[in-house]
């Protein structure tokens, strides 16, 4: 192979075909049996690491490209799709910046930068970019999906189903658009809504297998239970993908409160458990990130409210995710006047705060995804506990590793300090569950 091939050479045209019909193993064999060092060989590696879920090593070779031809879009966007690949959405989105700046008129850039201003729970941004394009005639079911999806994150109920309507209208068979739909659904139109609009989502082409949990779910939690069965023998056995919902909702089911609440959406569940926690106490929030859900929490206590977070992400690793996923740069959030955020891991941050604040916990708010964070948060608040206090988990239901994280933690603290509790409110699109602390130490 000579140093002089060019991009055009008929070697880089076959790589090219390889990648195409995404043969990255061949390509990735080829290309470093074959091509000489350079910019082309880096770029193409890397687009076929990445392909190959490799995004690591593709990461290693997009950027020695990059330091050769700092303006190739096609490196930018590769790079973009690497660090979304490798979750690491805070990176992703800088990638998507610059691909949008070498590329603006690309199609389906509006609604890449809007995904991953989403995945960096940047909902404003997203839904402003959305927005715009729109606005510029843009209709792709791409940036409709992204409007809708950041809708509802934003807590935008109404706004939200409107927007997953006006996505169905165009494409009646999209899947995730009926998916998204009856979670925003449930408040406005309720569960028997939701499960019909699930059950349109599992007969579109393509539809995610995972739907079935949901419906599973939603029988067994409106306690419909033979035909929630029926579901699980047909449709969840033993399915990876489909069981840990449906055993995870099964845990809960005898701690159900005779009045337990289904939600679909994050803000309206946290705004139920707000009003719903009635002893007087600290309100508190651990998991801040761009400050989404504490909106809310501040919004409705009527109180001054406590952010806790690192603002660098997990302390540590968590499940495919590296350690520092989910940070924001250590830029804090834009919160509401009766908000005060306290920055540092919670081990350092939590001992001074409880010492200079003395008395029970009415509510918190766990949502720091990891074992470790919410065995040290409950451990911490243990004695500030009382009867009436309420906890919400915003991971407690739905992942892969359920019962190693807030489920284990709470099950630890529930049997270490003799509580009884029950759970008033659900969200299985959100994974989200809300506890009532009944008793605790003997106290009730
Ligand atoms: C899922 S995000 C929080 C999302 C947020 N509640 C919202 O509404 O978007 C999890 C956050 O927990 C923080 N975190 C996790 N474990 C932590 C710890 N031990 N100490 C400090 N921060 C932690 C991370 O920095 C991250 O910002």
Same mark, same amino acid.
């Given at each position: 192979?000579?140093?002089?091939?060019?991009?055009?050479?008929?070697?880089?045209?076959?790589?090219?075909?390889?990648?195409?019909?995404?043969?990255?193993?061949?390509?990735?064999?080829?290309?470093?049996?074959?091509?000489?060092?350079?910019?082309?060989?880096?770029?193409?590696?890397?687009?076929?690491?990445?392909?190959?879920?490799?995004?690591?090593?593709?990461?290693?070779?997009?950027?020695?490209?990059?330091?050769?031809?700092?303006?190739?879009?096609?490196?930018?966007?590769?790079?973009?799709?690497?660090?979304?690949?490798?979750?690491?959405?805070?990176?992703?989105?800088?990638?998507?910046?610059?691909?949008?700046?070498?590329?603006?008129?690309?199609?389906?850039? @509006?609604? =890449?930068? !809007?995904?991953?201003?989403?995945? %960096?729970?940047?909902? &404003?941004?997203? /839904?402003?970019?959305?927005? #715009? $394009?729109?606005?510029?005639?843009?209709?792709?079911?791409?940036?409709?999906?992204?409007?809708?999806?950041?809708?509802?994150?934003?807590?935008?109920?109404?706004?939200?189903?409107?927007?997953?309507?006006?996505?169905?209208?165009?494409?009646?068979?999209?899947?995730?658009?009926?998916?998204?739909?009856?979670?925003?659904?449930?408040?406005?139109?309720?569960?028997?809504?939701?499960?019909?609009?699930?059950?349109?989502?599992?007969?579109?082409?393509?539809?995610?297998?995972?739907?079935?949990?949901?419906?599973?779910?939603?029988?067994?939690?409106?306690?419909?239970?033979?035909? @929630?069965? =029926?579901? !699980?023998?047909?449709?969840?056995? %033993?399915?990876?993908? &489909?069981?840990? /919902?449906?055993?995870?909702? #099964? $845990?809960?089911?005898?701690?159900?409160?005779?009045?337990?609440?289904?939600?679909?959406?994050?803000?309206?569940?946290?705004?139920?458990?707000?009003?719903?926690?009635?002893?007087?106490?600290?309100?508190?929030?651990?998991?801040?990130?761009?400050?989404?859900?504490?909106?809310?929490?501040?919004?409705?206590?009527?109180?001054?409210?406590?952010?806790?977070?690192?603002?660098?992400?997990?302390?540590?690793?968590?499940?495919?995710?590296?350690?520092?996923?989910?940070?924001?740069?250590?830029?804090?959030?834009?919160?509401?006047?009766?908000?005060?955020?306290?920055?540092?891991?919670?081990?350092?941050?939590?001992?001074?705060?409880?010492?200079?604040?003395?008395?029970?916990?009415?509510?918190?708010?766990?949502?720091?995804?990891?074992?470790?964070?919410?065995?040290?948060?409950?451990?911490?608040?243990?004695?500030?506990?009382?009867?009436?206090?309420?906890?919400?988990?915003?991971?407690?239901?739905?992942?892969?590793?359920?019962?190693?994280?807030?489920?284990?933690?709470?099950?630890?603290?529930?049997?270490?300090?003799?509580?009884?509790?029950?759970?008033?409110?659900?969200?299985?699109?959100?994974?989200?569950?809300?506890?009532?602390?009944?008793?605790?130490?003997?106290?009730?």
């Amino acid at each position: 192979m000579t140093a002089d091939l060019t991009e055009s050479d008929s070697f880089f045209a076959d790589i090219r075909a390889l990648l195409a019909a995404r043969r990255h193993r061949v390509a990735i064999r080829r290309l470093k049996e074959g091509a000489p060092r350079g910019v082309t060989r880096d770029r193409l590696l890397g687009l076929a690491y990445v392909g190959h879920r490799a995004p690591t090593t593709g990461l290693l070779h997009l950027r020695r490209a990059l330091a050769v031809a700092p303006d190739d879009a096609e490196v930018a966007q590769a790079l973009a799709l690497a660090h979304q690949a490798a979750n690491a959405p805070f990176d992703a989105v800088r990638w998507f910046e610059r691909l949008a700046r070498l590329t603006p008129n690309a199609p389906g850039i @509006a609604a =890449a930068l !809007a995904g991953a201003y989403r995945r %960096d729970a940047r909902y &404003r941004d997203a /839904l402003a970019l959305a927005d #715009r $394009a729109i606005a510029r005639g843009v209709s792709d079911l791409d940036t409709l999906f992204e409007r809708a999806t950041c809708l509802a994150c934003l807590g935008r109920d109404d706004d939200a189903l409107a927007a997953f309507h006006a996505l169905l209208a165009v494409d009646p068979e999209h899947a995730a658009g009926w998916f998204g739909s009856h979670a925003q659904a449930m408040h406005r139109h309720g569960a028997d809504e939701a499960l019909r609009r699930l059950r349109r989502a599992t007969r579109c082409g393509g539809a995610n297998g995972k739907y079935w949990a949901f419906i599973c779910a939603l029988l067994l939690l409106t306690g419909r239970t033979a035909e @929630a069965e =029926a579901v !699980a023998v047909e449709q969840i056995g %033993d399915n990876p993908k &489909r069981r840990p /919902l449906v055993d995870g909702v #099964r $845990a809960l089911l005898p701690h159900l409160a005779p009045d337990h609440r289904l939600f679909g959406s994050s803000g309206r569940l946290l705004r139920h458990a707000v009003a719903q926690a009635t002893t007087p106490g600290l309100v508190l929030e651990f998991g801040v990130r761009r400050g989404t859900s504490l909106e809310h929490i501040a919004d409705a206590a009527g109180q001054e409210v406590h952010g806790f977070d690192s603002f660098e992400g997990l302390p540590e690793g968590w499940v495919n995710t590296p350690a520092g996923v989910l940070t924001t740069g250590r830029q804090l959030p834009d919160v509401r006047p009766n908000a005060r955020l306290h920055v540092g891991w919670f081990d350092d941050s939590l001992p001074p705060f409880l010492a200079a604040h003395p008395g029970p916990v009415r509510f918190v708010n766990i949502d720091s995804d990891i074992y470790s964070s919410a065995r040290t948060v409950l451990t911490a608040l243990a004695d500030r506990f009382r009867p009436g206090s309420v906890v919400v988990f915003d991971e407690y239901i739905g992942n892969h590793s359920w019962r190693e994280d807030e489920h284990r933690a709470f099950q630890e603290f529930v049997a270490a300090h003799r509580v009884a509790y029950d759970c008033f409110a659900v969200s299985p699109f959100t994974k989200q569950v809300a506890f009532r602390i009944r008793a605790i130490g003997g106290a009730a």
